[in-house]
């Protein structure tokens, strides 16, 4: 199976930036798209975004769409999500996720086959 780690999460002041890294177990980590979802305190997981194997298809959710960035480095086996311009609303534990390739519907988390440990993010006012 693939192993998923995140890290990078912290304390940071609204209008902050943060930059979370996911590292994947594993020699096929190319085959995999990749995505970044979230879980604040009393609410249901969401999307946050999403970035196909090939790197080529980006996706993101409306609350954070030009604001943050999803990448990847394949070589590595990597993918990142840069936070900039932060908001208290984005305080949340952060997951990454894999899911194959052949698979479309990269903004619902039941795409996804694995999961890391998440990390939190904190936002203060």
């Known amino acids: 199976q693939v192993q998923l780690v995140e890290s990078g999460g912290g304390l940071v002041q609204a209008g902050g930036s943060l930059r979370l890294s996911c590292a994947a177990s594993?020699?096929?980590?190319?085959?995999?798209?990749m995505g970044w979802f979230r879980q604040a305190p009393g609410k249901e997981r969401e999307f946050v975004a999403a970035?196909?194997?090939?790197?080529?298809?980006?996706y993101y959710s409306d609350s954070v769409k030009g604001r943050f960035t999803i990448s990847r480095t394949n070589a590595k086996n990597m993918v990142y999500l840069q936070m900039n311009s932060l908001k208290p609303e984005d305080t949340a534990v952060y997951y990454c996720?894999?899911?194959?390739?052949?698979?479309?519907?990269?903004?619902?988390?039941?795409?996804?086959?694995?999961w890391g440990q998440g990390t939190q993010v904190t936002v203060s006012a």
């Open positions: 970035i196909s194997s090939s790197g080529i298809s980006t």
């Open positions: 594993g020699r096929s980590f190319s085959l995999y798209s």
């Open positions: 996720a894999a899911a194959p390739y052949q698979r479309t519907q990269l903004t619902s988390p039941l795409t996804y086959d694995y």
